[in-house]
Structure formats: C-alpha cells, structure tokens
C-alpha cells in the first residue's frame, strides 16, 4: 500500500488510522477495527487497496519497509501496531522467532538424549532435518548387533 505523500493527507490518514486502534495497559497498540481469522489488522484507504495494519504502522512511523523483509511483532501480538513493537526482519528470522514446530526445534540444543547439537555432533538427514551423530551410532550398532542374532539364529 502507498501511503499519502502529501503531508494534509498524510495527517488526515494518520488521524484516520489513529482511531482504529487503543493503547493497552502493555503498551501494545491494540486494533480494534477488523482482524483477520489470524488476529492481524487490516486497513485500507478508500481508493487503495487493503494491507496488514502493522506493516501500514511500521510505514508511517518508521519509513519504508526494506525488500526482502517482513514485520514482526516483537511483543507476539498480532493486533498490535506500536511501531516499537514492531521490527523489520528476514523471513527465516520471522520464523525461528514464532511458536511453530520449526521455531521449537530450531531452538533445542541438545538431541533427546542429552547429547549437544554442535558441529561435530550434528548431521542433516535427506529431509533436511538435524541428527545427532552419537544417536545414529548407538542405533546402527544396536541395528546391526540384531542382524547378527537374526543370522546366527537361522543357522
């Protein structure tokens, strides 16, 4: 969304974009117009197409957003458009900083055994997934210590 290069327009539209919003007791600037099914704002000019509340927020208040880069909130509201809540960062940093399972695992350091995920100890599986070394060869000896059985066994 372009924002008003004039500056009566601008203030006009800042006054607008003013009222759909309230300052929280956390200081989040919480949006009260409509939300998405996400929980993030939207807003838009009458002769201009809608866009993110928060990212129209990081516009006004702080500039341009730089390519290559989305919006984050750093409170973890989405409704919230503080433009001190708010910071201009690459996707994959976007992404480890949330709640899903990518941003879980990304932040382990440490295999479910306790092992340390370094250099030395980690690998990355065909999926792209990280793997812990001293876990993959405990199970290879186990895996081939039963191959051994199964063989003698046939005998």
């Known amino acids: ?44 000019l009458k002769s201009g197409q809608p866009d993110y ?11 341009p957003i730089p390519n290559e880069l989305e919006i984050d909130h750093l409170c973890r509201n989405r409704a919230c458009v503080n433009p001190d809540h708010l910071e201009a960062v690459t996707p994959r940093e ?5 709640d899903t399972w990518t941003a879980k695992a990304a932040k382990q350091t440490h295999c479910i055994r ?3 995920y370094d250099e030395k ?10 793997s812990c070394r001293k876990c993959h ?13 199964t063989a003698l066994s046939q005998k």
């Open 1 to 44: 969304m372009s924002l008003p290069l004039n500056p009566k327009k601008l203030s006009k539209f800042i006054r607008h974009f003013k009222g759909k919003f309230i300052v929280g007791s956390n200081g989040c600037w919480e949006w009260i117009a409509y939300r998405t099914k996400n929980g993030y704002g939207r807003f838009a």
């Open 53 to 63: 509340a928060h990212r129209i927020a990081y516009q006004v208040y702080k500039g």
């Open 94 to 98: 976007n992404q480890l900083r949330g």
């Open 114 to 116: 306790g092992h340390l």
């Open 121 to 130: 100890n980690t690998y990355k599986t065909r999926d792209g997934k990280r």
């Open 137 to 149: 060869c405990e199970w290879l000896r186990q895996y081939r210590q039963r191959k051994r059985e």
